[in-house]
């Protein structure tokens, strides 16, 4: 099993150009989250799924799109790259019971700089 | 003030010395807590869930103190590859889903 993939693994891009980045997992899990990392920051949540079909806003939804394309997939897009989301961008993946809690698995992340 | 705060580090300690990582969190309904670990440039991974009455996984051991919202991490005999940083998370419950709040993480460099 590969667990949590993502594509690309870089990417640069100018200011106003748009990328989606494409996150799939095979471990037959329910949810599914797109974070951001920035230095001397946690993990932000800007994201989340928590079944197919269903998305809903994190704490840094701003300027980001995603789609929940079956169980398996699940993309992020920037519709118009800014210099802010300059980040490394982290898709995770759990079973996800509300009341319970199940562990994230994470993916290797893309790093994206905007210039 | 952040949600989950931690000491930044870096921590340098030698091979089998003894290193103790500490964590605040802010709020007081917060209803589980892990520790991840996360190697240089590579993704978090969970390292160990943080019990009330404390829990330990081999040279690991994990301390919650919810009166002062305090959670502690040790690491006995440490390892050139206990090198990477070590991130506190918080799990809230927030609009019927379980929220995890992350810290900034501390990072420890073990040394020969």
């Known amino acids: 099993n590969a667990g949590v993939t993502q594509t690309p693994k870089f990417q640069v891009l100018k200011t106003g150009q748009s990328m989606t980045l494409q996150c799939a997992q095979d471990m037959n899990h329910n949810s599914m989250y797109w974070y951001r990392q920035d230095p001397g920051m946690g993990l932000r949540l800007i994201y989340y799924?928590?079944?197919?079909?269903?998305?809903d806003k994190g704490e840094v939804p701003n300027g980001y799109n995603v789609s929940r394309l079956n169980k398996r997939e699940f993309s992020l897009r920037l519709e118009s790259a800014a210099p802010s989301q300059t980040s490394v961008y982290f898709c995770a993946s759990s079973e996800a019971r509300i009341f319970s809690y199940n562990e994230q698995f994470f993916g290797p992340g893309t790093r994206l700089t905007v210039l | 003030r952040k949600e989950v705060e931690q000491d930044p580090g870096p921590f340098n300690v030698p091979e089998g010395a003894t290193v103790a990582f500490n964590c605040t969190y802010s709020?007081?309904?917060?209803?589980?807590f892990f520790w991840y670990r996360q190697d240089c440039r590579k993704e978090p991974k969970l390292l160990m869930s943080v019990y009330s009455s404390g829990n330990e996984d081999g040279r690991f051991t994990a301390q919650l103190n919810r009166a002062s919202q305090y959670i502690s991490l040790l690491i006995r005999d440490s390892k050139l590859s206990d090198s990477a940083t070590y991130l506190c998370?918080?799990?809230?419950?927030?609009?019927?889903?379980?929220?995890?709040?992350f810290g900034a993480g501390t990072r420890l460099a073990v040394h020969p």
């Open positions: 709020n007081s309904a917060s209803q589980s």
């Open positions: 998370v918080v799990m809230v419950l927030s609009g019927g889903y379980n929220k995890l709040i």
């Open positions: 799924s928590a079944s197919e079909g269903t998305t």
